[in-house]
Structure formats: structure tokens, C-alpha cells
Nanobody, 112 residues
């Protein structure tokens, strides 16, 4: 059974940082591109970032480029999202995703 478990969210002030983690199980993690997506209050699901299977290629939505860094550790079946210079508009539930499968999400709230 496929499992994606996110952690690391929380409440942070504008300008702060958080590191999200996603523990994957039930599939060959190292063979697949992985994504982070987010859903802000009252809005739809938005793609945030993707990373290729080996980690060589990363892409970001324009609003987070140069602030967020996606990475992965294939020895630990874990996906990461380092988020710096956080803004109130980054407030959302963040999910890691493999194809159409998502975890339960982790809440990130950016507020003073």
C-alpha cells in the first residue's frame, strides 16, 4: 500500500523558514518524479515544485522560485521542501504527491 506522510509544518512569522518532509512507502521512490503541491484556504490545489527521480532536475512555480528548495534522499525514501523568506500568501496545506496520490498534508501558516 502506498503511503505518503508529510511533516514539518507549523506557524511561522513572515520572513521565517520551515522544512517540510515527506516519508514515502509502498513504491519504488527512487524511480519517480515527486512533487509538492499546496492548497490555500478556499482555493484549489496548486503545484509548487517537482524533482526528478535522481534529483538532478528541479522546477518551481514562479511565486516560490529562489525561496523554496526541493530535494530528496532516495536512501531514506524521503522528499523535502526547504522554505525560506516565507510570506503570508504561502499559507496553505502542503502535500507531497506521487502521480495522483497525495499524503494527508501538513499545515503551513505564515502570520505575524
Amino acid at each position: 500500500e502506498v503511503g505518503l506522510v508529510e511533516s514539518g509544518g507549523g506557524l511561522v512569522q513572515p520572513g521565517g523558514s520551515l522544512r517540510l518532509s515527506c516519508a514515502a512507502s509502498g513504491f519504488r521512490f527512487s524511480s519517480y518524479t515527486m512533487r509538492w503541491v499546496r492548497q490555500a484556504p478556499g482555493k484549489g490545489l496548486d503545484w509548487v515544485s517537482s524533482i526528478s527521480a535522481g534529483g538532478e532536475t528541479t522546477t518551481y512555480t514562479a511565486s516560490v522560485k529562489d525561496r523554496f528548495t526541493i530535494s530528496r534522499d532516495n536512501t531514506k525514501n524521503t522528499l523535502y521542501l526547504q522554505m525560506n523568506s516565507l510570506k503570508p500568501e504561502d499559507t496553505a496545506v502542503y502535500y507531497c504527491a506521487w502521480g495522483a496520490t497525495r499524503g494527508q498534508g501538513t499545515q503551513v501558516t505564515v502570520s505575524s
